[in-house]
């Protein structure tokens, strides 16, 4: 356990230098991370405005709410790993990383969670910026403040564990891009980020309930909003618990067979 | 130390107008210096220490049509440096340059369409894609009539021996295949001015002596002139009679090649050959190396001639060769001479 | 005339490149018609709720979804990759074999590299506006088409201006390829009419990144709300800017010719 710590800490170093490195890659990202929630704020905005109403149970303040949070529960939980992982495969640098003693998932986190130590500050000011701007309007109570940390931290492992297996693709095929395109439609879909999964037709709310995506990043969102609560927020642990352990199976499983198969293939 | 001029004239066309007139060129390189560290970025922003390099520093020359000069220094000498302002890449600092008439600097159309420019070091060719579809680009680019592109083409590809590699993608061909197709890429307009930068760097001898080769027979049937520049001898002795020296940006010798090893040499070595190294020639001169019976002898100029007659009077010898040092040892000479 | 004689031959360049890669364009068929599909559905999604977004009805958003795929085509298929080997020729100091060339450096630049690959998005873009076109029916008509395409070359023109300037930038900055990253993030915004952005994004995406003239403008005209000052606005503004870039370029060029010292 204590490798797997140090490791960690390691990690956190190396990563916020090289994230100083590269501020100026940092600072472009930064604007695409903010731009997209944003869109779709005041597109939705917009169209709850011209019927003079709710759509979904959204009102313009609710949506900015909503998409704000979203921002930074998005910033939080999001992974790259797919891009790398076909980087890797194709450089050959994966048979160096084999031979490490601790299993691969573990540096990875320690990246993603290194950058985002610098990343959030500035996530944090925009979304201050965002309220300035908007108007949100929240509803917090302390039940969905305190029940929003371990729904983040779940959130995170899901979206992690899923987006680690989804990579593992790469060792499977070379039509890489189009399975992350397929899967970043469904994030874009299930997750709650084109629309508050409210606002969607019944059947594919149904979907994002039985998908993993919703328990991903929406989940999170609605429940510090509000939106989701007394039994339903067990409801949402109990999901997110379940899709926690096949994460974990699937990744276990996937990468043992994804190993054998690059092996066998020649690394 | 000052600089060595030979007359240099060798196509004797004299009285014509130079094709390449240097004079006085110099060339200053500003760079803003800074140390590692987040204050030293942050100071630098405030206040900008300013260094300068001068990569050439005052050198004249001409070059008469069809002459093929070679250009010898080591790295940083100012070789390029002093090329690129000859092909209009680089402003100089102060100083002369007249191109086939030409201020090299204006890149006026007319000029860049007689001169080119080979970088060893880098390529012009499309990396994913034949060699030829680039020479087609270049067809392109500077509107070469159909006739005369084929012609240039036929006669390049013979020449170079790249007919077979013409079709295959730059990327799949080796570093040598590479180097010709990029000669011939930058041939197919006929240019009369020919600059070619370290043309055979890490090349193996074989493709070496090719290319060299190819450089000499095109100087010879087109009258093109050539300057080429490098930090190989062997390039120089083959192709350039006349040869000039630069070191820390200044020229040190301007001349025919055979003049500077004359002039730079103090000693000659004797290769004797006995049947076996028992003997110990020490007598003789300072004895460089003893393989097989072969003694290697370095001895001063001026006595070479009686310490050989001694030799023959003295030992059983089988051979005995007289030769000039390795010319990098000259050249060697030259460099560390000149910079003190 | 020369840009077309030379932005063919780079293009039949293009194609033998890509040629040996078939597999590739199939991928990148996918790629967009994925992407096209996020689009019309989200379109879908909207208009379940509404009928109007901001002034703009469905096909008349159909039509600017269209203009958005067309013109991000064009982007993608010439312009983009001719910066980006811009930077990395400034960086690696090919970029002399350019300069030595008889020919002006900006067009070269401009146009020497075609992802041949990207008429797909163009194609689709086509076919969608093809698509709003028809449903929008009689409502556009000569006058109509002509500001379209009008708009769309002034468009064109500010949004080729836009990335000569960010690319110029490499003659002074070393890594500078992220920021050609900048127009990909920001473009998406252009995926919708900029007027329902608040008025400092509207402005940012108007005058800063140029996305509004370069989509939202065409659009307009085709939906018969362009009005002549906005027209005029945008030749105007294509004016400036392309000598605005060409002026920045030829400094670029001085500076690495070291002709400023």
Known sequence: MRGLGDLYLQQLKTGLATMLQYRG?????????????????????T????????????????????YIVLMLVNQVTFSWVMYEFDYRIREGTFSADLLHPLHPIHADIAENLSSKAVSLPFMIAAAAGLSVVFHPVFRLSPLAAAAFVPALVLAFLVRFLVDWTVALAAFWTTRVSAINQIHYMAVLFFSGQIAPLAVLPRP???????????????????????????????????????????????????WRASVKRYSAVGA | MG?????????????????????????????SEREPGLRAALASLVRRRKSYVQAVDGISFDLEAGEMVGFLGPNGAGKTTTLKMLSGLLHPTSGEIAVLSFVPARRERAFLRQITLVMGQRNQLVWDIPAADTFELNRAIYRIPA??????????????????LLGKPVRNLSLGERMKCEIAASLLHRPTVVFLDEPTIGLDVTMQRRIRAFIAEYNRRHGATVLLTSHYMADVEALAKRVLVIHHGRLLFDGELAALVERFTAHKTIAVRLR??????????????????????RVPKAETARVTSRILADLPVIDLTVEDPPIEDVIEQVFTRGAA | MRLFRLLWVFLRVGVMGEAAYPANFLAHLIDSVLELATALAGLALIFAHTSTLAGWRPDELVALVGVYFLVGGVIGLVIQPGMEQLTESVRDGTLDFTLTKPE????LVSVWRVEIWKVVDVGLGLVVLGIGLARLGARVGAAEAAAFAAALVAGGIIVYSFWLILATTAFWLVRVENILVIFQSVY????????????????ALTFLVPVAFAITVPAQALAGRLTWPVLGGAALLAAVFFLAARLFWLAGIRHYSGASS
């Open chain 3, 104 to 107: 002006d450096a900006q067009l």
């Open chain 1, 204 to 254: 594919l709310q149904v979907a994002a309930n039985i998908l993993p995506f919703r328990w991903t990043v929406g989940f999170p969102v609605e429940l510090l909003l509000g939106r989701v609560t007394g039994p339903r927020i067990l409801a949402g642990f109990a999901v997110q618990g379940a899709w926690l352990l096949a994460g974990a199976l699937l990744v276990r499983y996937v």
């Open chain 2, 147 to 164: 006739a005369d592109y084929r012609r240039t083409l036929d006669e390049l590809v013979a020449l170079l021996e790249i007919g077979p």
């Open chain 1, 47 to 66: 169209v709850s405005r011209s019927t003079g109403g709710t759509v979904g149970g959204y009102g313009a303040r609710d949506f900015a709410a909503y």
């Open chain 2, 3 to 31: 600089r060595f001029h030979e007359d240099s004239r060798y196509t004797g066309n004299v009285g014509a107008e130079p094709v390449i007139r240097v004079r006085d060129l110099k060339k200053t390189y500003v760079t």
């Open chain 1, 25 to 45: 890659s940092l600072v472009i990202w930064l604007i695409g991370n903010v731009l997209e929630p944003l869109i779709y704020l005041v597109v939705w905005s």
């Open chain 3, 188 to 203: 998406e915004a252009g995926r919708w009419p900029v007027s329902i952005y608040p008025g400092w994004l509207r402005f």
């Open chain 2, 276 to 297: 076996d190294c028992a003997a110990d020639l020490g007598a003789y001169g300072e004895v460089v190396s003893c393989e097989d019976g072969l003694t290697t002898l």
